[in-house]
């Protein structure tokens, strides 16, 4: 089962992905992880990354629809993939559409996490705390709610009009959400 983890910074995409991927050994993509380890080992891609995640800004769609290209093709994909955090944008939906059709994939979900503006921040802010990113203050976390409602909220209209759109409201327990997560995909 191919899924697309939808909804803004702090919704929680990551921690679900992470049950899905363990009940159904299937494999989490995330771009944000992926950018985040080639800045810290300063390859060419994470020096070209680096200033735009600092400042809260989406990295430009054709590196990012190249990590994906190249991503997907892996083996371990095969037995089913989660992308969190990708697509951000139309441009990138549309690579993406392109890529599975290629590939003779398809995607059977995109769940799409609704959290509060205002519950997000606090959980951005918190997570800063935890595990200091830089890109986790204040004035980062503002631009990355704004470059989410202004480049990835289409992208919900976009799959509601292919209806593979789920919602699932990302406040409360964890596990609470999880369960909603699986009842959504079946399985
Ligand atoms: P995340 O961990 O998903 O919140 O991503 C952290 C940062 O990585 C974002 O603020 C962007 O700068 C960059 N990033 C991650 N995924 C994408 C994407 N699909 N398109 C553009 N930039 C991305």
Redesign the pocket.
């Known amino acids: 089962m191919n899924l697309i983890f939808l909804g803004p910074?702090?919704a929680g995409?990551?921690t679900q992905a992470k049950i899905v991927v363990d009940r159904l050994q299937s494999v989490q993509i995330?771009?944000?992880?992926?950018?985040?380890a080639a800045v810290k080992e300063k390859t060419e891609l994470g020096l070209k990354?680096q200033e735009?995640?600092?400042?809260?800004?989406?990295?430009?769609?054709e590196?990012?629809i190249g990590i994906?290209k190249e991503r997907i093709k892996a083996p371990d994909c095969a037995n089913g993939f989660i992308l969190?955090?990708?697509?951000?944008?139309i441009e990138?939906a549309k690579a993406l559409d392109e890529l599975l059709k290629k590939s003779n994939m398809k995607i059977d979900h995109v769940i799409n996490f609704e959290v509060n503006d205002e519950e997000l921040i606090a959980r951005l802010l918190s997570r800063a705390k935890a595990e200091g990113?830089s890109?986790d203050n204040p004035e980062?976390i503002r631009n990355?709610l704004k470059?989410f409602n202004e480049k990835t909220q289409p992208l919900i209209d976009y799959y509601r009009s292919v209806q593979v759109l789920r919602n699932v409201y990302g406040l409360g327990e964890i596990q609470e959400i999880a369960n909603k997560v699986k009842s959504l995909i079946g399985s």
């Open positions: 910074p702090g995409k990551g995330s771009t944000g992880d992926i950018l985040r990354a735009y995640m600092d400042r809260g800004d989406l990295v430009p769609d590196i990012v994906i969190d955090g990708f697509p951000r944008t990138q990113r890109d980062s990355r470059v």
